[in-house]
C-alpha cells in the first residue's frame, strides 16, 4: 500500500505537459471547417523537413505546459473548434491526452498530423487530417501508409501539391488507396509553387472526387505567424 500510494504522488508531482508554440485564435484556413473561427493549438517539434514548410519556427523553442494550463487557455478564447498542429504534434506522446482532454471538455477537436507517426491510438472522437507527402516534399519516403487502415469518414487526407509530379504521384495514390470512398481528400496547391487555378484545371479534367482547397489564411494576412 506504501508502494502504490508513493507512486501517486510521484504522478501528482509529474502531471503530463507538452512543449507548446503558441496558442492562437484565428479562422481555420483549410480543411472542412475552413473559415470557422478557431482556438489552435501549435506544439513544439517535428521529425519531417518539407521543401516548403511554413512553420519552420516550430521546430524549437516554445514552452512548457502542463495539460491544465493549456485547457484554461483554449477555454479563455471561448470557441467551438479546436485544432491541434505542428510541427507535428503526435512527436509528443502526450499529445494523445491533450486530445482526449479537449474532446471531453465538448469541443470540436481537430489533429492535423504529417502521417509519419502512427495515428490508431487517436481518440475516435478527433477529426484526422493526415498530411500524406508527395515527392516535391522531400519527404515522401516518410509516409507510414498503415495509416490508411485507421481513416474514417469525419476524417481527411490532405495533399500538398508543388507541381505536375506531385500531381500525378497523388492521383496515383487517391487511386491505389482507395482514399475518396475511406475519407474526404483535399488537394491543396504549394502557396508559393503552384498556381491554384492550374491546379483546379487539372483537378476538373481528369474529373478527381477530390476537393481543392486553398490556404484561406494566406489570402488573409500572408505569411504571418500565428495567424
Known amino acids: 500500500m506504501a508502494a502504490v500510494a ?3 504522488t510521484v504522478q501528482a508531482a509529474n502531471p503530463a505537459r507538452l512543449r507548446v508554440s503558441e496558442i492562437f485564435y484565428s479562422l481555420q484556413g483549410e480543411t472542412r471547417t475552413v473559415g470557422w473561427p478557431t482556438v489552435f493549438v501549435r506544439l513544439t517539434g517535428c521529425p519531417l523537413r518539407c521543401e516548403y514548410c511554413d512553420t519552420e519556427y516550430a521546430f524549437s523553442g516554445g514552452r512548457w505546459m502542463e495539460l491544465d494550463g493549456i485547457a484554461a487557455e483554449v477555454t479563455a478564447y471561448g470557441a467551438r473548434h479546436v485544432t491541434v498542429t505542428g510541427g507535428e504534434p503526435l512527436a509528443q506522446k502526450n499529445c494523445l491526452k491533450l486530445l482526449v482532454r479537449l ?3 465538448g469541443y470540436e477537436v481537430s489533429l492535423e498530423t504529417s502521417g509519419a507517426i502512427d495515428i490508431q491510438d487517436v481518440d475516435p472522437r478527433v477529426i484526422k ?4 507527402k508527395t515527392p516535391g516534399s522531400g519527404e515522401v519516403d516518410k ?3 498503415e495509416n490508411m487502415d485507421h481513416l474514417g469518414r469525419a476524417d481527411q487526407v490532405k495533399f500538398v501539391i ?4 506531385d500531381y500525378e504521384w497523388a492521383s496515383n495514390v487517391l487511386e491505389r488507396y482507395q482514399l475518396a470512398r475511406r475519407c474526404e481528400v483535399l488537394f491543396s496547391p504549394s502557396h508559393k509553387q503552384l498556381a491554384a487555378g492550374l491546379l483546379a484545371d487539372w483537378v476538373l479534367a481528369d474529373r478527381l472526387p477530390v476537393r481543392l482547397q486553398i490556404q484561406l489564411h494566406k489570402y488573409l494576412w500572408g505569411d504571418v505567424p500565428g495567424r
Open 143 to 145: 509516409n507510414r501508409y
Open 103 to 105: 474532446c471531453d471538455v
Open 162 to 165: 508543388c507541381d505536375r509530379v
Open 6 to 8: 508513493q507512486m501517486h
Open 129 to 132: 487530417v493526415v498530411d500524406l
